[in-house]
């Protein structure tokens, strides 16, 4: 494949010749949700993803460039959406007398 160009990329998208898709199966940090991955015409990953909330497109490679940046534009996006907490409840005991309260973001 060429080098590509992420205003290319954003016309590709624009008009049907690229989409986006689903996140890496590995990837599981919450923020991951604001991101899609984009694939060619042919199906294949390129590597960059699209930001679902402001479309902002970023370099992504998981072996060369990793998923700092995209954590870092989530935590930063100007139109980043508010995500409800992950509540797990856990009992202790079978009589459920004690119960533990875990809350993650």
């Not at 199906?43 to 970023?58: A, D, G, M, R, S």
């Not at 998981?62 to 992950?86: D, F």
């Amino acid at each position: 494949m060429s080098v590509i160009d992420k205003d290319s990329i954003k016309k590709k998208l624009d008009s049907g010749e690229f989409k986006s898709c689903d996140k890496p199966t590995g990837a599981s940090a919450g923020w991951w949700q604001s991101f899609k991955r984009i694939q060619d015409g042919k199906e294949n990953i390129i590597p960059f993803v699209i930001c679902i909330q402001c479309k902002t497109i970023l370099s992504y490679d998981a072996q060369k460039t990793g998923s700092k940046t995209l954590k870092l534009h989530y935590e930063n996006c100007k139109i980043r959406p508010v995500i409800a907490p992950k509540i797990t409840t856990h009992f202790t005991s079978q009589k459920y007398d004690k119960v533990s309260i875990h809350c993650e973001y």
